[in-house]
């Protein structure tokens, strides 16, 4: 498996040199001593930089080797996202259409500190009675995947709930400092009532239409 990094700039070539020397002092970090990695490289191409882990990480793996990348980046103006996948990859649209009438937000982050993001939504979510950190087959999706952090709405959310939550966001994020973009989606089931009622307010626009181009045919 890969964490894969990518860099914004300005100060990209010192962002290198950071990485390249935590990398060369990763195994000496005493919480990831035990820990086998190989080290980091600057790669060419779509990525900026990769750390290669020998052994599968866990959640809190991923975690130490951010919290590290985002003190190694203090002081500089570079922004960066990372990115590890499993060899499994997991099909979110599958998992979505799975799970009706309900709706998950991803979440991705440009740190630093992607760590104290992480963090900080993670105390959002359960003080949040709607939601609950996503996860696939009781499997969490933090730091796992194209996104950092996913979360599930017990219903379909109405854009007025989408609204106030992504104010929360901004506010509990704020002192963390990263940018962030968010993606929800959901598969919304329709009740045989309601579809029976959108048809019948389609028929209408349709004879509405039809009327109105009539007049303006004839005008």
């Known amino acids: 498996m890969f964490s894969e990094i990518k860099l914004f700039g300005p100060q ?6 950071k990485l390249i020397k935590l990398s060369e002092t990763l195994k000496e970090h005493s919480s990831l001593k035990s820990k086998v990695y190989s080290h ?7 990525i900026d930089f990769a750390f290669e882990w ?18 190694a980046f203090e002081g500089l103006l570079t922004r960066y996202s990372i990115t590890t996948k499993n060899k499994k990859i997991v099909n979110l649209e599958e998992v979505i ?8 937000s991803f979440l ?3 740190g630093p500190s992607i760590s104290e993001a ?8 359960d003080q949040t009675p709607l939601l609950k950190e996503g996860n696939i087959d009781n499997k969490p999706l933090t730091l796992i995947g194209d996104y950092d952090f996913a979360l599930k709405w017990s219903r379909y959310p109405e854009t007025d709930d989408i609204v106030s939550f992504l104010k929360k966001i901004d506010k509990i994020l704020a002192s963390s400092g990263v940018w962030y973009t968010i993606t929800t989606k959901g598969h919304l089931v329709v009740k045989e009532d309601d579809s029976q009622a959108l048809k019948h307010i389609r028929q209408v626009k ?8 009539k007049v303006t045919r004839f005008a």
């Not at 990209?12 to 040199?17: P, R, S």
């Not at 980091?40 to 779509?46: F, H, L, N, Q, Y």
């Not at 992480?118 to 979510?125: E, F, H, N, P, S």
């Open 40 to 46: 980091g490289k600057a790669i060419m191409g779509d």
């Open 108 to 110: 991705k982050f440009y």
């Open 206 to 213: 349709e004879e509405a239409e039809g009327e109105a181009r």
């Open 97 to 104: 259409e799975s799970t009706p009438n309900i709706a998950y």
């Open 118 to 125: 992480i963090q900080a939504m993670t105390r959002l979510v």
């Open 54 to 71: 020998i052994t599968k990480p866990t959640i809190d793996d991923l975690m130490e080797l951010v919290t590290l990348i985002d003190h």
């Open 12 to 17: 990209i070539h010192k962002a290198l040199e």
